[in-house]
């Protein structure tokens, strides 16, 4: 008889189970061998023959008690493996009981079947009186039960069945959170939630304390509200009252004690609806007093009269709320009642009075219509003055901008012999009368560059290039042009600009700037001038001069944007007082915004607001290196000029420098002059007799030299088409008049 090896997959009792079954069987085969052997008489079979079965019993035998041994072996490495995972439930049971009782919220948790096998005391602290069924695993159901009859919950006080079912429903959703009040005054807040094996797991939290912190802030905010509603109350110049659905008075301000004249606390007096209706009918003797008849809301909501209470009259106004109260509101009209009578009697004498004027003007429009045709005649005439005013305007425009070329040409001779003088060696008083005279011709070229620049914007001939300027670099430019002359007068000069672009006519711009900064400097006496930047608004950007001068007093500061129109302090200071009327007619062609903040010593700063612009690459040009004078030494330079005083002086000016000059009244004279002689430099006049212009004659000597010569145009037109047509042809522009410094600069440029 053989068995079968025990199966090491079956579970740890069932394999224990079938090893005992076959150690029993091998015990009683054992035994009854034995017995067979000590029994046996027969010796009718032959002693060979037991023998084998002796043998043959033994090896049983041995087989069978190995098989067992092997078998106990096994049981007891499984005992062991059971002892082990025995010992790590347990230590793991412990834990997680250990782990539940360490929270404060109560837990519970039911397997499938719905009964719960897993607390903690903290759970038991909400149902106390469940603790003797917690040791037989109560079901869910069980326990309600035993809380509704105990009457623990709050809503189980009155209908505990209907708790219990709605518990029950609750519970088999189990898919979140809701507050439950206990009869004892606490509350519990019970999350539960389905755990993967079909259980529920539940943690009760008690919200006692957050309840009662959450009504102690709503009875706050309750008091709060009162106290702003008793001050809206008393804040109404209308006397108003309020009743509830009970008709008892809740609430009154000041207005309705003084105007019903009660003395003392208005709830003593008026404490019922009945109380207020009694008061005013008796006391009062109010005539229409019922309106203060009590109505509920579906009988309307607002009712208004006017009540006659002596001399006096009260517009009432009674008010049905939508929690059965009512408002009574008290409103002495008597003035404007008065008045509007009043007004209306008014009316009434002013219609008699307007029938009455109607007749008369009715015969006074007839006289009116012959004065209204000699009105029209009278506005014709004004019309043609006005016509021939702003003719004369423009016809002074005109001359302005074309006679600048004649006013500037005498001065352009001027500066030049100057400029030639000043090149000499002269005696100390000669020098001095020199400075003189070149002072005066600037305040001159001031005074006709500005005339000039007016008359062009009033005439419309500037027409705005806008583009985006390096605002940064335009400051720092002006910071060095004028901190010489700041420091000459002992100011303090800073420019504190921003790195950013603005959309401007570069050159407008900078002429707006540079007068602001001209003028603060020359009215500043002592201090400082600042130039600063800013952003009031996006998109924009602010550029302030400001100064610690003596300020501009508020009746001036509207009369300084007049031409020739100077402060009495300041008439000693030079200045032609165009500065700031230049300034206005640039901001408003550009449309920037033009502030000036001042006040009678205390400084005064110019605003200009200008739009953001974009960033650009740098594409400033680099300044060329400066050259010695010995670079135009020894050049010949043609002298194209229809003037004679211009070619004397230009010739005088550049002999000095050390120049070989030809001087020549146009291109044919050039050419012949010149010959096949190239000059190194030609320098021309743009407007030259016979309407030949300077760039004709620079492209005649060319084309008979067969070489393009540098040349120069000189010329008092400042208008933006002649830079693009000589800006085309690659011809630089000097404006007249010329400045000496400039030339020279311009001449050592071309030579190096």
Same mark, same amino acid.
């Given at each position: 008889?053989?068995?079968?090896?025990?199966?090491?997959?079956?579970?740890?009792?069932?394999?224990?189970?079938?090893?005992?079954?076959?150690?029993?069987?091998?015990?009683?085969?054992?035994?009854?061998?034995?017995?067979?052997?000590?029994?046996?008489?027969?010796?009718?079979?032959?002693?060979?023959?037991?023998?084998?079965?002796?043998?043959?019993?033994?090896?049983?035998?041995?087989?069978?008690?190995?098989?067992?041994?092997?078998?106990?072996?096994?049981?007891?490495?499984?005992?062991?493996?059971?002892?082990?995972?025995? #010992?790590? +439930? $347990?230590? /793991?049971?412990? !834990?997680? *009981? &250990?782990?539940? %009782?360490?929270?404060?919220?109560?837990? @519970? =948790?039911?397997?499938?079947?719905?009964?719960?096998?897993?607390?903690?005391?903290?759970?038991?602290?909400?149902?106390?009186?469940?603790?003797?069924?917690?040791?037989?695993?109560?079901?869910?159901?069980?326990?309600?039960?035993?809380?509704?009859?105990?009457?623990?919950?709050?809503?189980?006080?009155?209908?505990?069945?209907?708790?219990?079912?709605?518990?029950?429903?609750?519970?088999?959703?189990?898919?979140?959170?809701?507050?439950?009040?206990?009869?004892?005054?606490?509350?519990?807040?019970?999350?539960?939630?389905?755990?993967?094996?079909?259980?529920?797991?539940?943690?009760?939290?008690?919200?006692?304390? #957050?309840? +009662? $912190?959450? /009504?102690?802030? !709503?009875? *706050? &905010?309750?008091? %709060?509200?009162?106290?702003?509603?008793? @001050? =809206?109350?008393?804040?109404?110049?209308?006397?108003?009252?309020?009743?509830?659905?009970?008709?008892?008075?809740?609430?009154?301000?000041?207005?309705?004690?003084?105007?019903?004249?009660?003395?003392?606390?208005?709830?003593?007096?008026?404490?019922?609806?009945?109380?207020?209706?009694?008061?005013?009918?008796?006391?009062?003797?109010?005539?229409?007093?019922?309106?203060?008849?009590?109505?509920?809301?579906?009988?309307?909501?607002?009712?208004?009269?006017?009540?006659?209470?002596?001399?006096?009259?009260?517009?009432?106004?009674?008010?049905?709320?939508?929690?059965?109260?009512?408002?009574?509101?008290?409103?002495?009209?008597?003035?404007?009642?008065?008045?509007?009578?009043?007004?209306?009697?008014?009316?009434?004498?002013?219609?008699?009075?307007?029938?009455?004027?109607?007749?008369?003007?009715?015969?006074?429009?007839?006289?009116?219509?012959?004065?209204?045709?000699?009105?029209?005649?009278?506005?014709?005439?004004?019309?043609?003055?006005?016509?021939?005013?702003?003719?004369?305007?423009?016809?002074?425009?005109?001359?302005?901008?074309?006679?600048?070329?004649?006013?500037?040409?005498?001065?352009?001779?001027?500066?030049?012999?100057?400029?030639?003088?000043?090149?000499?060696?002269?005696?100390?008083?000669?020098?001095?009368?020199?400075?003189?005279?070149?002072?005066?011709?600037?305040?001159?070229?001031?005074?006709?560059?500005?005339?000039?620049?007016?008359?062009?914007?009033?005439?419309?001939?500037?027409?705005?290039?806008?583009?985006?300027?390096?605002?940064?670099?335009?400051?720092?430019?002006?910071?060095?042009?004028?901190?010489?002359?700041?420091?000459?007068?002992?100011?303090?000069?800073?420019?504190?600009?921003?790195?950013?672009?603005?959309?401007?006519?570069?050159?407008?711009?900078?002429?707006?700037?540079?007068?602001?900064?001209?003028?603060?400097?020359?009215?500043?006496?002592?201090?400082?001038?600042?130039?600063?930047?800013?952003?009031?608004?996006?998109?924009?950007?602010?550029?302030?001069?400001?100064?610690?001068?003596?300020?501009?007093?508020?009746?001036?500061?509207?009369?300084?944007?007049?031409?020739?129109?100077?402060?009495?302090?300041?008439?000693?200071?030079?200045?032609?007082?165009?500065?700031?009327?230049?300034?206005?007619?640039?901001?408003?062609?550009?449309?920037?915004?033009?502030?000036?903040?001042?006040?009678?010593?205390?400084?005064?700063?110019?605003?200009?607001?200008?739009?953001?612009?974009?960033?650009?690459?740098?594409?400033?040009?680099?300044?060329?290196?400066?050259?010695?004078?010995?670079?135009?030494?020894?050049?010949?330079?043609?002298?194209?000029?229809?003037?004679?005083?211009?070619?004397?002086?230009?010739?005088?000016?550049?002999?000095?420098?050390?120049?070989?000059?030809?001087?020549?009244?146009?291109?044919?004279?050039?050419?012949?002059?010149?010959?096949?002689?190239?000059?190194?430099?030609?320098?021309?006049?743009?407007?030259?007799?016979?309407?030949?212009?300077?760039?004709?004659?620079?492209?005649?000597?060319?084309?008979?030299?067969?070489?393009?010569?540098?040349?120069?145009?000189?010329?008092?037109?400042?208008?933006?088409?002649?830079?693009?047509?000589?800006?085309?042809?690659?011809?630089?522009?000097?404006?007249?008049?010329?400045?000496?410094?400039?030339?020279?600069?311009?001449?050592?440029?071309?030579?190096?």
């Amino acid at each position: 008889m053989s068995t079968a090896p025990p199966d090491l997959s079956q579970a740890p009792e069932q394999r224990i189970a079938q090893l005992e079954e076959e150690l029993r069987k091998l015990r009683k085969i054992n035994a009854t061998l034995i017995d067979r052997v000590e029994r046996s008489s027969d010796l009718s079979h032959s002693a060979f023959s037991m023998f084998e079965r002796a043998i043959t019993l033994e090896q049983l035998v041995r087989d069978r008690t190995r098989a067992l041994e092997q078998a106990m072996g096994e049981l007891a490495t499984v005992n062991a493996k059971l002892a082990q995972a025995h #010992a790590t +439930a $347990e230590a /793991a049971q412990i !834990r997680l *009981r &250990d782990a539940i %009782e360490s929270i404060n919220e109560g837990f @519970a =948790l039911f397997d499938a079947e719905d009964r719960l096998v897993l607390y903690n005391e903290a759970y038991t602290g909400f149902w106390p009186e469940v603790a003797e069924l917690l040791p037989e695993n109560p079901t869910f159901h069980e326990i309600i039960s035993l809380v509704a009859q105990q009457r623990r919950p709050a809503s189980a006080l009155s209908a505990p069945d209907r708790w219990v079912s709605d518990r029950l429903a609750r519970h088999a959703v189990a898919s979140g959170g809701h507050v439950q009040a206990l009869s004892d005054g606490r509350w519990i807040q019970i999350n539960e939630l389905r755990t993967s094996e079909g259980g529920i797991v539940g943690i009760y939290t008690d919200i006692t304390e #957050a309840k +009662a $912190e959450d /009504a102690r802030a !709503r009875a *706050r &905010d309750l008091a %709060e509200q009162n106290l702003a509603l008793q @001050a =809206l109350l008393d804040n109404l110049v209308e006397g108003v009252c309020m009743f509830d659905a009970d008709r008892r008075l809740t609430a009154w301000n000041g207005a309705l004690q003084r105007l019903l004249g009660l003395a003392g606390d208005a709830s003593t007096a008026l404490g019922q609806h009945a109380d207020l209706v009694r008061f005013c009918t008796q006391n009062l003797a109010m005539d229409g007093a019922d309106v203060l008849a009590w109505r509920t809301e579906a009988e309307g909501t607002v009712r208004n009269r006017l009540c006659q209470v002596g001399e006096r009259i009260w517009e009432v106004r009674t008010t049905a709320t939508a929690l059965g109260g009512m408002v009574v509101g008290f409103l002495d009209v008597t003035e404007p009642t008065t008045a509007r009578q009043m007004l209306q009697d008014t009316a009434e004498t002013l219609e008699r009075r307007v029938a009455e004027r109607t007749t008369e003007l009715t015969a006074l429009n007839r006289r009116l219509a012959s004065e209204v045709t000699e009105r029209r005649a009278i506005e014709a005439q004004l019309l043609e003055a006005k016509t021939a005013a702003e003719m004369a305007n423009r016809s002074k425009t005109s001359f302005l901008a074309a006679a600048s070329h004649d006013l500037l040409q005498p001065l352009n001779a001027a500066r030049l012999f100057i400029a030639a003088l000043t090149e000499r060696r002269l005696a100390l008083p000669t020098r001095a009368l020199v400075n003189q005279a070149s002072t005066s011709l600037n305040s001159v070229e001031d005074l006709l560059e500005t005339l000039f620049e007016i008359s062009r914007l009033d005439a419309g001939a500037i027409t705005p290039n806008l583009t985006d300027v390096n605002l940064a670099a335009l400051l720092a430019t002006l910071q060095t042009e004028f901190a010489p002359s700041a420091r000459a007068a002992g100011l303090t000069f800073t420019v504190a600009a921003e790195p950013v672009w603005v959309r401007s006519d570069a050159r407008l711009l900078r002429r707006i700037l540079q007068n602001l900064v001209s003028n603060a400097i020359r009215y500043t006496a002592s201090g400082q001038v600042r130039v600063s930047t800013d952003c009031p608004a996006p998109g924009q950007v602010r550029i302030s001069v400001a100064d610690t001068g003596p300020g501009i007093p508020h009746d001036q500061q509207e009369r300084i944007f007049e031409e020739f129109r100077r402060l009495d302090h300041s008439h000693r200071i030079p200045g032609k007082g165009l500065g700031l009327a230049i300034v206005r007619r640039a901001t408003a062609m550009l449309q920037h915004s033009l502030e000036l903040t001042s006040d009678t010593g205390a400084g005064a700063c110019f605003a200009v607001t200008v739009p953001l612009g974009e960033s650009q690459a740098d594409t400033a040009p680099v300044p060329a290196k400066p050259t010695r004078d010995r670079a135009i030494q020894g050049r010949r330079i043609l002298v194209i000029d229809n003037e004679t005083q211009i070619q004397l002086g230009m010739e005088t000016l550049l002999t000095g420098w050390g120049c070989q000059v030809l001087v020549a009244g146009s291109g044919p004279a050039a050419i012949d002059r010149l010959g096949a002689d190239a000059p190194d430099v030609i320098i021309a006049d743009f407007h030259l007799d016979h309407a030949e212009t300077g760039d004709q004659a620079v492209h005649d000597v060319r084309a008979s030299l067969g070489r393009s010569v540098p040349a120069i145009i000189i010329s008092a037109d400042r208008s933006e088409e002649l830079k693009e047509r000589l800006s085309g042809q690659k011809l630089p522009l000097l404006g007249k008049p010329v400045k000496p410094a400039q030339l020279r600069a311009l001449l050592q440029t071309m030579m190096h």
